[in-house]
């Protein structure tokens, strides 16, 4: 299959991406063309392991993990963004009609006990009228000028090469170079207004989005400033605290310390982007945990209790 999909390839890249020595290589090139595959190898700085051109194998070596992976990462909310949801049907259709009858059973078992939903709870879903627009310039490698709105609130105009796009949970991004080379990410959310040039790019070579998407991700993460807050949150709190913040929060409450002076209660430290994020959070908690610090913190929770004491005031 590698060498049907990459064509011409060293012993040594074949060893690499099957985990095993150059020598079981040949050994393996040997069995093949002795089981009627016609695979050799040729010696030299060109030579290299290949098949014959017209010779393609079929799905029949598929094992019955590989089918079960195949029918699993389907997503029908992110491909009907895509206007592919109807193709994703017809084409597993195909695919399990190529399938011997034992793996069209392994199939079936797949899709009767996974369903995988990209939407989280009670997320608005975000409006993407220009989708449609930016995956076109994506499949033709088509330049594409928009207004953008920033994180920031300010709108920009720009010229973009789109290289691809991705999907962070339900939310759509795509990835474009502009003028000077710089690459950045884009939230197809915030374009403003879009259309295509008459004009065509070449994507660099080398270009790898899912690592570049790695990449721009983690220094995303790292260039968030980060607040720490200190809980303290009484023995009957944590269903409540599972709700609001996350199941995710349960393994950090049990792991948490006692509080020496108030027996029972534990001093939950937490992290957020903001004062204000943790301040919005936390009034949704009331008076199920308190803030130990930061102080100002602790101010601005103060504040706005007066401030909802007053609104609410009989």
């Known amino acids: 299959m590698l060498l049907q999909t990459n064509g011409r390839m060293t012993a ?10 150059p020598r079981t290589i040949y050994r393996d090139l040997d069995a093949l063309s002795s089981s009627g595959v016609p695979v050799y190898a040729e010696r030299g700085p060109n030579g290299g392991c290949m098949l014959m051109e017209s010779y393609r194998t079929n799905l029949t070596g598929l094992n019955e993990k590989e089918v079960q992976a195949l029918f699993m990462f389907t997503v ?10 109807k193709a994703s049907e017809a084409a597993m259709l195909k695919l399990m009609a190529s399938l011997p009858a ?60 789109p290289y691809g796009l991705v999907a962070k949970a339900s939310v759509w991004y795509f990835v474009g170079g502009i003028y ?5 990410a884009y939230r197809v959310s915030r374009i403003m207004q879009a259309e295509l040039t008459g004009s065509t790019f070449t994507r660099p070579d080398g270009f790898n989005l899912a690592r570049y998407w790695q990449e721009w991700r983690d220094d995303f993460e790292m260039r968030q400033e980060r607040h720490a807050v200190t809980l303290r949150v009484p023995p009957s709190s944590g269903p409540l605290l599972a709700l609001v913040l996350g199941e995710g929060i349960v393994a950090q409450l049990l792991a948490a310390p006692q509080d020496e002076h108030n027996a ?3 001093l939950l430290n ?9 301040c919005r959070q936390l ?24 401030q909802a004491l007053a609104l609410y005031q009989p």
Not at 76 to 85: K, N
Not at 286 to 304: F, K, N, S
């Open 76 to 85: 029908p909310g992110l491909l009907a963004d895509l206007g592919a949801d």
């Open 180 to 184: 000077g080379g710089k690459i950045q």
């Open 102 to 161: 034992p793996f069209q059973k392994d199939a079936t078992f797949v899709q009767q006990r996974l369903h995988l939903d990209p939407a989280a709870w009670f997320q608005p879903e975000e409006d993407v009228p220009f989708l449609g627009l930016v995956q076109t310039a994506v499949w033709e490698n088509k330049r594409l000028r928009m207004d953008y709105r920033r994180g920031d609130g300010q709108w920009v105009k720009r010229l973009v090469d």
């Open 270 to 278: 937490l992290t957020f982007d903001s004062l204000e994020s943790a």
């Open 12 to 21: 040594e890249d074949l060893a690499e991406r099957l985990e095993v020595s």
């Open 264 to 266: 029972g209660h534990a």
């Open 283 to 306: 009034l949704g908690l009331g008076t199920a945990v308190e803030v130990v610090a930061p102080q100002p913190l602790r101010d601005m929770l103060h504040q706005q209790a007066r």
